[in-house]
């Protein structure tokens, strides 16, 4: 191996092999969709349950006949600049790195939208956040959420008994003590996905 490949084979910010680099900066990269797609399929084969055939939920645990949704986001620092003619170049600068690590979740401002959450839709919500280092993945039950988790039904005008709640520096510890159910890293991620 060449020197400069070695060099680029560990970042030295967290320490992550190169090709988890390329999975994590792959999977922020995505759109909407595509990366709910991947959290579905993450949550699938770490609990081993099957796809839903129903547009309702994502996915179905057939041992204990339950419905199961994911919803879960990236963890990036909040914008700082708002783009204008003048600065666009810069704010556009500062868009190349705004990964935080899990150990820096309270020392920056973020904030992670958990929406179309309807309750009445399924039995069980694994819900997260895709911080720089690793994965941190939630379990709550529709039951649960409430005032406790700042759930809000007033997402959009009209869609009754849909809302939406946040994850983000100031409560990620409440949910951190009462809904964990797993740390991942991006390597195991990797070995998941195999």
């Known amino acids: 191996m060449s020197t400069e490949m070695g060099l680029r084979w560990r970042e030295s910010r967290n320490a992550l092999a190169f090709h988890e680099m390329e999975l994590?900066?792959?999977?922020?990269?995505?759109?909407?969709r595509r990366f709910g797609t991947v959290a579905e399929i993450m949550v699938k084969k770490i609990i081993g349950i099957e796809n839903s055939n129903k547009l309702n939920y994502d996915l179905f645990d057939k041992?204990?006949?339950m419905r199961v949704e994911c919803k879960f986001s990236r963890c990036q620092r909040s914008h700082t600049l708002k783009i204008t003619e003048k600065n666009v170049l810069k704010a556009l600068e500062f868009e190349t790195d705004r990964?935080?690590?899990f150990a820096e979740r309270e020392d920056y401002d973020w904030d992670s939208n958990i929406q179309q959450v309807k309750k009445s839709e399924f039995d069980q919500l694994f819900y997260g956040v895709?911080?720089?280092d690793l994965i941190v993945i939630f379990k709550?039950?529709?039951n649960q959420i409430?005032?406790?988790?700042?759930?809000?039904?007033?997402?959009?005008?009209g869609n009754t008994g849909e809302g939406q709640f946040h994850l983000n520096n100031k409560n990620i510890q409440y949910h951190l003590k009462n809904h964990l159910y797993k740390y991942i890293s991006y390597n195991e991620?990797?070995?998941w996905l195999q």
Do not use: M, W
């Open 63 to 65: 041992v204990n006949n």
């Open 99 to 101: 990964h935080i690590l």
């Open 146 to 157: 409430g005032d406790n988790v700042q759930y809000s039904d007033k997402q959009h005008r």
């Open 130 to 132: 895709f911080f720089a």
């Open 189 to 191: 991620l990797n070995e």
């Open 140 to 142: 709550i039950e529709p």
């Open 24 to 32: 994590r900066n792959a999977i922020f990269g995505l759109h909407t």
